[in-house]
């Protein structure tokens, strides 16, 4: 399985951490220091999110702008898990749900 983990840049260091205990986490923004060019960032976070089978976002920050909502609406219909609580319309999609243990939320989808 192929997972995008979406948040706010300030919690880069939480979708990090999470990345390091899954496997075929496909979000190089997590694993990389953005430098480059926003048009470059782009593109690759697009590349990311087209190979991704499910996403898995970070809400609560109260922050409401950044890729994060964009993002979102790029991966739907496929399956979102939200760590934290629904904050826009989007978030009430039926492809998306609210999970308090991403382990076993992962495990039980079928794709």
Known sequence: MKIYIAA?????????ALANQLDGVVSRWVFLEDTGPMEHRAVRDMEDIKRADVMIQFTGDGLSHGGRHAELGLMLPKPVFLI???????HYHPSVRTTDDIFRSLQDIKL
């Open 8 to 16: 706010s840049y300030p919690r880069r260091k939480e979708a990090l």
């Open 84 to 90: 934290g609580p629904r904050e826009q319309v989007m």
